[in-house]
Structure formats: C-alpha cells, structure tokens
C-alpha cells in the first residue's frame, strides 16, 4: 500500500511539473527591467517552456552572460534586442550566449531581431578589459541538433558563433546537426564563425562580414583544437562573405581523422590585401585522417590582393583542395598602387614543411592579375618547393595547365637556407645608454651576446602568452633558454611558467662565460605540440654588446610582434652590418611600411606594388670596407624579415652594441 501511495505521489508530482511548464511562455511574463533584464530572460529560459517568445519592448533586453537548455526554442520577435550590459562581461571568457552538451535547441528571430555585444568597449583601454578572443556572441559546446536562423548577431569580442567540443566517457564530443541558415553575422573581434569540430553542419544564406580585431580575423575558421577534432559532412552554401579582414573562409586543418567540407554557391569579396580562401596545415602530421574540401560554383573577389592561399600544405599528407568552377577575380578600382603578388600564393612558415602542393582545379577561372605569375611561392625560409597542383585554368582567356606551370617556374623551388658563418671580434667602444628592441620577439630566435671571459653577463628576460592572454596548457612549466658558448658548449637556462593566471612573466639571468667571443642564446617561443605561442623581451645589462638574429640553423628569418602588454610601440628600429666585401645584398619582408638607410642617409624602401612577401634587393657602390646600416619597420602587428645569406643577420638597436664581424 505504501509502495502504490509512493507510485501514486511520484505520478501527481510529475504532473504537476509537467503543468507549472507550460509550452510557450512570454519572456516579458517573468518582467522587464530596462537597465538589467538578465534575470527575466534568464528566468524564461529556465521556465522549461518548449517556446520562449522575446518580444520587442521598445528597449534592448540589457542582458550579462545567460545560459540556453536542451529543448528549447527561442522566438525573437520583429525588431527584439537581447544586448550584453556595458560595464559587464570582464571574465574573458564571457558569452552572451552558451549552452554545453545541449540537444533540441533553435533561435530564430523575425524581422530585424538582433543579438549585439559590446566590441568596442572591449577594445576601449580605458574601460580595463582583459584582452580576450573568447567574448563570443553563441557559444555551443558539444552541442547537437541546434538551429540559428533569421537573426543578426553583431559586434562580439570573440566569435559572432563558436561550435566547440566538450569530454566524454569515449572522449571529445563534437557538435552535431547544426544548421544556420539567413543569418547577418557583422563586426565581430576574432571570426564571424569558428568550427572547432563539428558533424552535420550547414551553413545556408548568411552574409558573414567585417570580422576584424585579432587574427584569424576570418567569417568561417575550421580550427581544430586538437588534431583528433571532427570536420565531418560539412556544407556552406549559398552565402556572402564580405570585407572579412583576414580571409572569408580560413581551413587551418591538421586533423586525424578525416574531413569533409564543401562550399557551394558562395561569393566571396573583400577590399583588404588578403587572400580570401586560405587553406592551413598548422603541424604536417604524417598520420593526418585524410580527406576532401570540395569549392565549387563560387566567386571570389579581391581588390588588394591574392585570392587563394596554401599555407603549410603538405603534398606528403593525404589532404585534398579540389575547385570546380570556381572564378578568382582581381577588381583594382584604380584608387590604389598595391598590386597581387599573384592571384594563388603557396607560402611556408615551418621548417617541417618543406614540400607544399595537393590542390586540383576543374575549370579554374582567374581575371585579371596582368604581369604576375598564376602561382607564387611566399617564404622567409628555404628548401620550399610546390608539386602535386594539377587540372586546368583558365587566366584571362588563355587555359593553362597548372601542373605544367608550376614545373616550369624556378621560384616554386627554393634552395636550403645555409646559415651564415662569420668570426667576430671585440667591440672597440663602450655601448651608449639604451639597450631594448622596441617590439617582442616571436618565433624562435637566438640573442647574439658578445662576452668576456670571467666578467659577469645579465640580462632579463619578459615573456608573455601570444594576444595577452594566460595559456592553462603551459602553466607550471619550464621552458628551457639554450646558452651557446663560442665553442659550442651548451647550458640550459629554465624559465618556469607561473601556476598564477598573470599572462606575462619576468625572469632575470647571469653566467659567468668561460671563454671570450660571441655567445648565442636560443629563443625557444614556438610550442606546437601545446597549442601555445609566445612572446618575449630581452633586456640587457647596460654595458652588453646584442643583437637579435634568426634562428639560423633552421630557418635564419627574424619575427617581432606589437605586443600591447609588452607595452610595445609597433615599430622596430636597429642596425645591423655589411661587412667587406659585399656588394650586393637582399632583405625578404611581408610588410610594406619597411625601409633601409644606407651610411650617407639614402633610405630605400619597399615599393607599395605588392600586398605580400617581397625582396628588397640592395647595392652600395664600393664593398672595399664594413658598413652599418639601419632598418626601420612601421604600423605592423607581425613583422616578418630574413636578411641575405652573405650577411651576418644580427639586428641590434643601436651600433654600440652591435657585434661586429672580424
């Protein structure tokens, strides 16, 4: 009798619940406040309501971060703002929107319903915003079965919508059967969409524009995370992608496990000097899963620069780029001097990556684009070759085949980088006050330190995570700086990464050299294996003779950030030396605000008809004795050069300090 007056209980219980959640419930039912509504919308969410309608109050629902449930449907009404609070959302990591391990849940709005962030107060310093790429406007996380349609979602700090994974028993758990569809995704700080992993997704008639503020800066960014992400039955069709920063759709792709990706129908356009399809291998990874993106009936169209652009694209991995019927078209509007390198640009930035290729074209059409090469080869490093392009395009009326084109053109085929070997001797005067690089280092790279032996050397190094921001995965750990005596003789310098959220650190250094002459301290700031990057100062004692060069025994190019935290202006200035006997010389750059200054103050500079990587090709009229030069880079955030092989290619900021070749 008790265990049926329990039953009987339980199934009252249920029902009553089942009443008090009623099917459609009206946000405004729960109240409206026009200076804080977080809880009221908050409250309707949770209601257990099937459908939420927001009505248009006349007002924007002022709301801080709010979180979505599984079942769950959301009706925004004509002319409804949900806006994030100003003075809110400091937690870098701070969403208007999130929702983790949800099933059943759609947005969708009416006619001129929008979702807005606040961008511009989180760029404003004054207001004290920790810098962040993680504001994003919908967070779903291991989320499947989700729609978001008929909605404008603006003006992020992060991502206008950002599909991540969360862990399971089996682990990471992908979002899946996603759909978006007649969606406006503007103005937002990082992308206007990332895919961290997903499968069944589609994205349908949205236009995704102005994604501007820190890189990727693209309207679509499939990143994985980790290399074993999902990117599985993948469909963006039918959209416009405008005036994205960076790129329209970026593919930085390194997964095992296979991938499959189409983009059909879509136009792609943009008034920056940037390719708008780029195609990433962040790591070439020799077990990769393989697999197709497919592009195809789409138009793109680039008024600065090139349009296609394959970086770090292993031919060795089973990767394969396919376009069919695809346009590239150069509009100069005749308002500008800058000119494409070309419209498809094949580029490396890893050692690893030495052979670059996997890309077909059916039906290939290319306007414009007069006087420069179908293919370009952009790289600070050498032995880079491009292979396994084939199929047909047409440029200008004239088909061509790709695979023919790239055998014949020698710059698709770069020779190793030999690192230079020079003596070098005692500096003749005291260093002048002043001794820092104006910008932080990025990439590994080596201090060139001239040392006495048995006199104490000091320096410090400052350290920051890349973008300002605390990195979980390299809390707590050492990274090892190499000190490299003249002789070889090698001794490790660890720099602890504090447990603390604190994004930068300083550490200070000293040894006392065992011999006399020039040492090399090893940068090591590229972590691939941790997905982290970092940045670094180095400041030396008073009376220290430095310079900065690349990491010449791998790759020789010298890499600086504007780094805001590092309280660095974005400009590098220092010098470095000609010695005798070179006549002729050349400096590889990617920025166009890059100039030379010979001894008698003839300044050389880049000229402004190419968007991308160029050669700055020097000559001075008597090699009989050594020279310094200066160099001078202006309004940059990554700043990319690699000096001639028959130069020493130290940078140091003033002659003082310059070591100086025998």
């Known amino acids: 009798m008790k265990m049926l007056s329990g039953i009987v209980f339980f199934l009252c219980g249920v029902l009553l619940c089942a009443a008090e959640a009623p099917a459609v419930v009206s946000a405004s039912s729960f109240g409206f406040d026009e200076k804080d509504a977080t809880e009221c919308l908050q409250k309707a969410i949770d209601s257990g309501a099937q459908k939420v309608i927001v009505e248009n109050m006349g007002k924007p629902w002022i709301v801080r971060p709010l979180k979505l449930r599984s079942r769950l449907h959301m009706l925004f009404k004509a002319g409804a703002v949900v806006e994030a609070k100003r003075g809110e959302y400091y937690d870098i990591h701070a969403s208007l929107f999130t929702a983790k391990n949800c099933n059943r849940i759609t947005m969708e709005g009416e006619k001129g319903a929008v979702l807005r962030m606040q961008k511009k107060d989180y760029h404003n310093p004054k207001l004290k915003y920790a810098r962040s790429q993680w504001r994003n406007c919908i967070q779903l996380d291991g989320c499947y079965n989700v729609t978001i ?20 028993e089996n682990g990471r758990i992908a979002c899946r059967n996603i759909l978006i569809e007649n969606c406006l995704i503007d103005d937002h700080h990082r992308q206007g969409i990332s895919v961290i992993s997903a499968i069944g997704m589609t994205v349908r008639n949205c236009t995704i524009s102005n994604t501007r503020g820190t890189e990727p800066e693209a309207g679509i960014d499939f990143e994985p995370n980790y290399p074993d992400e999902k990117f599985n039955n993948i469909l963006i069709e039918k959209c416009r992608f405008v005036d994205n920063h960076w790129s329209g759709i970026n593919f930085s792709i390194f997964t095992t496990t296979p991938i499959d990706i189409t983009v059909r129908d879509c136009t792609l356009v943009s008034k920056y000097a940037l390719p708008q399809l780029t195609f990433c291998l962040l790591e070439p990874f020799a077990k990769s899963g393989g697999g197709t993106v497919l592009i195809e009936n789409c138009k793109v169209q680039n008024t600065l620069g090139s349009n296609l652009s394959f970086m770090n694209f292993a031919s060795d991995t089973n990767y394969q780029v396919n376009f069919k019927n695809v346009e590239l078209i150069e509009k100069n509007d005749g308002n500008t001097k800058v000119v494409a390198p070309s419209p498809i640009v094949f580029s490396a930035t890893s050692p690893k990556t030495t052979r670059m290729g996997g890309v077909h074209f059916d039906n290939l059409k290319v306007t414009g684009y007069k006087g420069v090469p179908l293919f370009n080869l952009q790289s600070m490093l050498g032995n880079k070759n491009v292979e396994k392009v084939t199929g047909n395009v047409v440029w200008n009326g004239r088909t061509q085949d790709a695979a023919r084109v790239v055998a014949e053109d020698s710059a698709l085929h770069r020779k190793p980088y030999k690192a230079p070997k020079f003596a070098f001797r005692e500096p003749g005067s005291k260093p002048a006050p002043g001794n820092t690089m104006s910008a932080a280092i990025r990439f590994d790279s080596d201090i060139a330190i001239w040392a006495k032996k048995g006199r104490k050397v000091s320096f410090r190094i400052e350290q920051r995570y890349f973008d300002g921001a605390p990195n979980s995965i390299l809390r707590g750990k050492t990274i090892t700086y190499k000190l490299t005596s003249p002789s070889g003789k090698t001794v490790d310098m660890p720099f602890v990464i504090p447990q603390d959220k604190v994004p930068a650190c300083t550490r200070d250094f000293e040894f006392v050299p065992e011999e006399t002459g020039l040492h090399y301290l090893h940068f090591t700031l590229l972590h691939r294996k941790g997905g982290s990057r970092l940045v670094a100062m180095f400041h030396g004692s008073p009376d220290l003779v430095w310079g900065v060069r690349g990491a010449a025994v791998q790759e020789g190019r010298l890499n ?24 002729e010389f050349w400096i590889d750059t990617d920025i166009m605000n890059f100039s030379v200054t010979d001894p008698a103050g003839n300044v050389y500079r880049v000229p402004r008809a190419r968007s991308q990587q160029q050669r700055l090709k020097l000559k001075r009229a008597h090699a009989g004795k050594p020279e310094i030069w200066k160099l001078k880079a202006e309004k940059f955030t990554s700043l990319e050069f690699l000096f001639s092989e028959n130069l020493p290619g130290i940078l140091s900021p003033d002659a003082s300090r310059l070591p100086r070749v025998k």
């Open 560 to 583: 600086f950030r504007d780094q805001p935290g590092l309280k660095c202006p974005d400009t590098v200035e220092g010098v470095f030396e000609v010695p005798a006997g070179v006549r």
């Open 149 to 168: 349609r008929n909605l404008t979602i603006a003006s992020s700090g992060g991502d206008g919508i950002y599909l991540g994974r969360t862990y399971g």
